[in-house]
């Protein structure tokens, strides 16, 4: 049962940290880092010119990168290459399209 959801997890991870994400960036960080508007109106607490929108970008990067990487060592699990090739791919192709789908969905403009 452990192994199962130890292979089910990294295409999971990404959408339920979505919605989590959003509240997260709604209530908190675009008070921190700032919309992402036009940058002559754009002001944030950190007098920088990194955005919520920029935060978003490398925080759901990262995860995807993680995620593949987990997702090749999970992989040993399986005895075929193939198999084995498919599952990452399959990881890194859900994680990749949903992160490209976060970021440009959820953009504050």
Request: aromatic share 12%.
């Amino acid at each position: 049962m452990k192994k199962k959801i130890v292979l089910v997890l990294p295409f999971v991870i990404i959408p339920i940290f979505i919605p989590i994400y959003s509240i997260l960036d709604s209530l908190i960080l675009i008070d921190i880092f700032g919309c992402g508007c036009v940058p002559s109106t754009q002001t944030n607490m950190l007098n920088i010119p990194f955005n919520a929108n920029d935060l978003r970008l490398t925080v759901f990067s990262l995860v995807t990168i993680a995620l593949s990487i987990w997702s090749c060592f999970i992989a040993k699990f399986f005895k075929s290459k193939i198999v084995k090739l498919v599952y990452c791919s399959s990881v890194i192709l859900l994680n990749v399209l949903l992160t490209m789908w976060s970021v440009k969905s959820f953009m504050w403009a």
